[in-house]
């Protein structure tokens, strides 16, 4: 595929390979538009659709991640590949990915940008990062990302970020549970590397059973989700990767695993 806001490049790491979309328009500071959103829902079904990828790196050049939504473009398909959805669409896609997704945030998370960071499994912020929900100032409300962002920050706190649309440091986003790990920018490579390191020594079935079960029972009670819980274990113990791993439990030896 060709992208025209993006880069998307693949690594191969011990277990299998690391995948990186990188948001690439600098100039906007990555502002996120329909082009951009239709782009990462093509990623993120390419992703899904590759045995070989064990997690999706998200992070933006030029020294930001996100500063937004692209005001000048808030409707519309974009032109280039064929429309999958909306930014709607793309956080949903994010919280249901059966491959896990790591925000590498560096620079402005603002808006839409935030949003994303919320719809990741993990995100890792370099220490000068910047977070915030601007759009109260130009007479906007931040009304998708509430949907993910209210799975993660408390209400009282989330509705100060909405309200007054205050910037915040990364330290107060590692507060509200925004943030998994604050680390100092020139280690930030790093950090991300190993997290994405231990993911793709863990066995991809186990992953994509859990993550889709996380997320459908997020959107459940209590009586209706843990029967859809009992069940998708029972799924996943018949697997080839879980006969596996209690194999090599038993065995005293390191699983491996072939995704099946």
Not at 246 to 255: E, N
Request: proline share 5%.
């Amino acid at each position: 595929m060709s992208f025209r806001t993006l880069t998307y490049e693949a690594r191969a790491v011990e277990g299998g390979t690391i995948a990186t979309a990188t948001l690439n328009v600098p100039e906007k500071r990555n502002a996120i538009g329909p082009e951009m959103a239709n782009e990462l829902l093509h990623v993120l079904a390419s992703v899904a659709d590759d045995p070989e990828v064990r997690a999706l790196v998200l992070t933006g050049a030029g020294g930001h991640f996100c500063a937004g939504g692209n005001i000048g473009q808030m409707s519309g398909e974009g032109d280039g590949l064929d429309f999958k959805g909306d930014y709607a669409d793309l956080l949903l896609a994010m919280v249901r990915s059966p491959k896990p997704i790591v925000a590498k945030v560096r620079g402005y998370a603002m808006g839409g940008g935030l949003g994303l960071v919320a719809a990741s499994h993990f995100a890792l912020a370099a220490d000068d990062a910047v977070l915030g929900t601007p759009e109260i100032h130009r007479g906007l409300f931040p009304m998708m990302i509430m949907a993910v962002l209210s799975r993660i920050v408390p209400r009282r706190p989330l509705l100060e970020m909405m309200l007054l649309g205050q910037k915040m440091t990364a330290a107060d986003g590692l507060r509200l549970d925004l943030l998994n790990r604050v680390v100092p920018g020139d280690a930030l490579d790093a950090a991300v590397d190993a997290v994405t390191a231990e993911l793709a020594a863990r066995s991809p079935t186990a992953m994509a059973h859990g993550l889709r079960a996380w997320a459908r029972q997020g959107d459940m009670a209590m009586e209706r989700s843990l029967p859809m819980l009992r069940d998708a274990l029972a799924e996943l113990l018949v697997t080839d990767d879980a006969r596996e791993g209690v194999s090599a439990f038993l065995q005293k030896r390191k699983p491996v695993w072939t995704g099946k």
